[in-house]
Every structure is written in structure tokens, then in C-alpha cells.
């Protein structure tokens, strides 16, 4: 099963679905994140497979 991790938080999420709809189906805005797998930024609308582990990091802004 695919993993989102979202800093201490490990979330099982369903195979083949986006990596944003996976993070709207865990409450998440997928606006306000970047998307890593394998050390590389990846697109939201990446396909999740059954071996898929994404790092979720949260984009900091303000001023």
C-alpha cells in the first residue's frame, strides 16, 4: 500500500489514485505542500503504485 509522510505521521493511502487526492482524502489542502519520492520533488497528479512511499513537506511562507 502506498505511504504519505507527513513529518512523525505515516498515512496508508489507496493505489492508484493522485498524490492529491490522496492528501484531500487525508483533510489535507495539497496546495500547501511539496512532494518527494525517491529524493525528487514529484507532481500532485503523480499516480500512486502499491510500492509508492511520498514525503509530504509543508511549504513555509509569509513575510
Known amino acids: 500500500m502506498p505511504k ?3 513529518s512523525a505521521d505515516v498515512y496508508i493511502v489507496a493505489s ?3 498524490i492529491e487526492e490522496a ?7 495539497p496546495d500547501s505542500y511539496l512532494y ?4 525528487r520533488p514529484v507532481p500532485m ?4 503504485s502499491d510500492e509508492s512511499e511520498v ?3 509543508r511549504v ?3 513575510g
Open 60 to 62: 513555509a511562507s509569509g
Open 45 to 48: 497528479d503523480t499516480v500512486l
Open 36 to 39: 518527494m519520492m525517491n529524493g
Open 4 to 6: 504519505l509522510i507527513v
Open 16 to 18: 492508484g489514485i493522485t
Open 23 to 29: 492528501v484531500s482524502k487525508e483533510g489535507m489542502h
Open 55 to 57: 514525503k509530504v513537506l
